[in-house]
C-alpha cells in the first residue's frame, strides 16, 4: 500500500489501494496517510481506488524547503496527481485538507467529481486564532519557570496545547511553524461560495477545533451541499469511528447525480 514518488525535488510517500472509482484524501495538520488506514482499508474493500499522499512537512514525506503557504499546497497537490494520471476523482479533505480540498474545488472544478469536507478548517476566524495564540504565549510563560523540571513540563503541556488548539503548532520545526502561520492565516469561505459539485459536509459533533457550528456554515454556502454529523465524536471521526464514516462517504458517493 505504501509508495513513493518524487514532486517538486520533494521525497513524497503515500498510499495507493484498491480499485474503482478514484477517491484522495487529504489529511489534516499533525496527520498522514497512517491516520487514515482504517478508512483506505474499508474504501478499498468496496470498489474503491484510495489514494492518500503525506502532505509535505507530515507524515514519511519530506518538508518544504520553505515555509508554504495554501497556494503551494495546492500546487504540489495537482503535480503529484499529475504524476499519478489522475485527471478525475472524488476529492475528500480532513481538516487542513478540507481547507485544501476547498480551493482546489473552487478554482479546479473540471477534475473534480464530489467533494467530501471532513471537519473542515475553512473558517479561519480572526478572534478564535487570537485567542489561540494569546493561550498559547500565557502557557509558555507558565512553563517557563519550570524549564529544568520535566515532570511539571509533562503535565501542564496537554493541558496548554489543548486550550491552544494545536499541539501540532508547538512540536513542529522552524519551517513548519511559519507554514503554519501562513496556512491558518487565509480565511477560505469565500472559495465555498464558488463550489458548484456535489458536497458532503461530515462532522463530529464534539469538535473542538473546528466547532460544529462552522459545518452549518459550510452547508449554506455551498449550493445542495448535505450535512451528516456524526454523533460523540470530535475532531476525528476517521480515528474514532472509522466504520461510520466510511459508510457515509459510500452512501454519498454512490447516489446518482
Same mark, same amino acid.
Given at each position: #500500500?505504501?509508495?513513493?514518488?518524487?514532486?517538486?525535488?520533494?521525497?513524497?510517500?503515500?498510499?495507493?489501494?484498491?480499485?474503482?472509482? !478514484?477517491?484522495?484524501?487529504?489529511? +489534516?495538520?499533525?496527520?498522514?496517510?497512517?491516520?487514515?488506514?482504517?478508512?483506505?482499508?474499508?474504501?478499498?474493500?468496496?470498489?474503491? #481506488?484510495?489514494?492518500?499522499?503525506?502532505?509535505?512537512?507530515? +507524515?514519511?514525506?519530506?518538508?518544504?524547503?520553505?515555509?508554504?503557504?495554501?497556494?503551494?499546497?495546492?500546487?504540489?497537490?495537482?503535480?503529484?496527481?499529475?504524476?499519478?494520471?489522475?485527471?478525475?476523482?472524488?476529492?475528500?479533505?480532513?481538516?487542513?485538507?478540507?481547507?485544501?480540498?476547498?480551493?482546489?474545488?473552487?478554482?479546479?472544478?473540471?477534475?473534480?467529481?464530489?467533494?467530501?469536507?471532513?471537519?473542515?478548517?475553512?473558517?479561519?476566524?480572526?478572534?478564535?486564532?487570537? !485567542?489561540?495564540?494569546?493561550?498559547?504565549?500565557?502557557?509558555?510563560?507558565? #512553563?517557563?519557570?519550570?524549564?529544568?523540571?520535566?515532570?511539571?513540563?509533562?503535565?501542564?503541556?496537554?493541558?496548554?496545547?489543548?486550550?491552544?488548539?494545536?499541539?501540532?503548532?508547538?512540536?513542529?520545526?522552524?519551517?513548519?511553524?511559519?507554514?503554519?502561520?501562513?496556512?491558518?492565516?487565509?480565511?477560505?469561505?469565500?472559495?465555498? !461560495?464558488?463550489?458548484?459539485?456535489?458536497?458532503?459536509?461530515?462532522?463530529?459533533?464534539?469538535?473542538?477545533?473546528?466547532?460544529?457550528?462552522?459545518?452549518?456554515?459550510?452547508?449554506? #454556502?455551498?449550493?445542495?451541499?448535505?450535512?451528516?454529523?456524526?454523533?460523540?465524536?470530535?475532531?476525528?471521526?476517521?480515528?474514532?469511528?472509522?466504520?461510520?464514516?466510511?459508510?457515509?462517504?459510500?452512501?454519498?458517493?454512490?447516489?446518482?447525480?
Amino acid at each position: #500500500m505504501n509508495k513513493e514518488i518524487n514532486i517538486q525535488g520533494l521525497k513524497i510517500n503515500y498510499k495507493q489501494k484498491g480499485k474503482g472509482e !478514484t477517491i484522495v484524501i487529504l489529511h +489534516g495538520w499533525g496527520g498522514s496517510s497512517k491516520s487514515w488506514e482504517q478508512v483506505i482499508e474499508f474504501l478499498s474493500n468496496n470498489n474503491y #481506488m484510495v489514494i492518500c499522499p503525506d502532505l509535505p512537512g507530515f +507524515g514519511e514525506s519530506d518538508d518544504p524547503k520553505q515555509a508554504w503557504n495554501i497556494n503551494k499546497y495546492i500546487c504540489f497537490i495537482l503535480d503529484f496527481l499529475n504524476a499519478l494520471k489522475i485527471d478525475e476523482f472524488i476529492l475528500l479533505g480532513h481538516s487542513f485538507g478540507g481547507g485544501l480540498s476547498t480551493k482546489i474545488t473552487a478554482k479546479n472544478p473540471r477534475i473534480i467529481q464530489k467533494l467530501i469536507l471532513c471537519d473542515a478548517a475553512v473558517v479561519r476566524a480572526k478572534e478564535r486564532l487570537g !485567542t489561540r495564540q494569546i493561550i498559547a504565549k500565557m502557557g509558555a510563560k507558565i #512553563m517557563k519557570p519550570f524549564k529544568n523540571n520535566e515532570l511539571i513540563k509533562s503535565k501542564l503541556r496537554p493541558l496548554v496545547y489543548k486550550l491552544a488548539g494545536t499541539h501540532d503548532y508547538f512540536s513542529a520545526n522552524d519551517i513548519m511553524k511559519e507554514t503554519f502561520k501562513k496556512v491558518f492565516a487565509e480565511d477560505l469561505r469565500a472559495f465555498a !461560495t464558488y463550489i458548484k459539485k456535489p458536497t458532503l459536509v461530515v462532522w463530529g459533533d464534539k469538535d473542538e477545533i473546528t466547532p460544529l457550528e462552522d459545518a452549518y456554515t459550510i452547508k449554506d #454556502m455551498i449550493d445542495g451541499a448535505e450535512l451528516s454529523i456524526i454523533k460523540d465524536v470530535g475532531h476525528s471521526p476517521h480515528l474514532k469511528k472509522p466504520k461510520e464514516l466510511s459508510k457515509l462517504i459510500i452512501e454519498f458517493t454512490k447516489k446518482e447525480v
